[in-house]
């Protein structure tokens, strides 16, 4: 082989694709859709009574069918805004925005688990009104979506709000919106799932600024090393 030859080579550093910064929007899309056909066919009460028909049987068991994919999408929500950071991510702060985020993930998992055993349970009920187990897992569910679901979902809010705030990633109203609404959703003790809702809504206007501004970037050029 000839001494000096240059072999060039195509290096291109791995970046979040673009269509990423959708994640959010469909998250936002799918538990929102689960949310409202959980509260349309569930009473808005963990205890109250209500006579099931097979329409509300249909709605939860599509509730819970959307639920998985909406905490995947929000796995891909959580790895774009990671992403937009950076750098810039401090290891604190990263370890809270991770934990808060999976537990998030976990907890509408399980409380999706639980409105699916509520149908299963339905099934040894000949009459069509709530049985005590049924009442037992309903009330588990929300309390798992109210209570600690939803407390989960305000940390993340905190802790990235709060990361906005000092690295000024985000535009300023942006963040100081993400932390009143994470405070509220801190303190407002209420078992309304309608007052979850406020969670996706945040998610899918973050998400949109965010892929407003993807599209708007010049993509990425490969670099040549010779």
Known sequence: MQQGLTIERIERRLTT???????GVLFALLFGASLILLRLAMPETPLGQVAWTQQQVKSVTLATTLAPFAGITFLWFLGVIR???????????????????????????VASALAASTISTLQSVTVGQSSEMVLFTRALMYQMLNIYAIRMAGVFMISLGTVWMRTRVMPLPLAIATLAIALMLLTIISFSLWIVLVFPAWVFTISVYVLS??????????????
């Open 17 to 23: 694709p673009r269509a990423a910064g959708v994640a």
């Open 83 to 109: 992403d937009r950071l950076g750098d810039l991510e401090d290891r604190f702060f990263a370890t809270v925005l991770s934990g808060s985020g999976l537990l998030f993930v976990a907890m509408i998992f």
């Open 213 to 226: 501004q993807a599209l708007r970037r010049p993509a990425d050029n490969p670099r040549t090393v010779l």
